[in-house]
Nanobody
């Protein structure tokens, strides 16, 4: 069992930045690849970015590429998503996710094994 807890969501204005964090806990955490997804009500969940705990393997989705950076702190099992130049269309619930023994790129197409509860990000114009 793996528990993922997101934090850092909130309301910002367009053009501002926001940092989301995901704290992971559970057995064999080091074997998981971590990712961020987002979801707007009525739409499918969308892949944002993924990373291995070493930080050497990262992959970004097209939706926020160039405006988002993912990082991982393995000793603390914390994954951070730094978002910049936020737009109103970035408003969504952002979810942390984990899947065992896959490359970061695979997180964009394979269903995660575990999900966090989500954190709301609202960007006003």
């Amino acid at each position: 069992q793996v528990d993922l807890v997101e934090s850092g969501g909130g309301m910002v204005q367009a053009g501002e930045s926001l940092r989301l964090s995901c704290a992971g806990a559970g057995r064999f955490m080091s074997s998981f690849t971590m990712a961020w997804f987002r979801q707007v009500p009525g739409k499918e969940r969308e892949f944002v970015a993924a990373i291995s705990w070493s930080g050497e393997d990262t992959y970004y989705g097209d939706s926020m590429k160039g405006r988002v950076s993912i990082s991982a702190d393995e000793p603390e099992y914390t994954v951070t998503l730094q978002m910049t130049s936020l737009k109103p269309e970035d408003t969504a619930v952002y979810y942390c996710a984990a899947r065992a023994l896959v490359a970061a790129q695979d997180m964009s197409s394979l269903a995660p094994h575990y999900w966090g509860q989500g954190t709301q990000v609202t960007v006003s114009s």
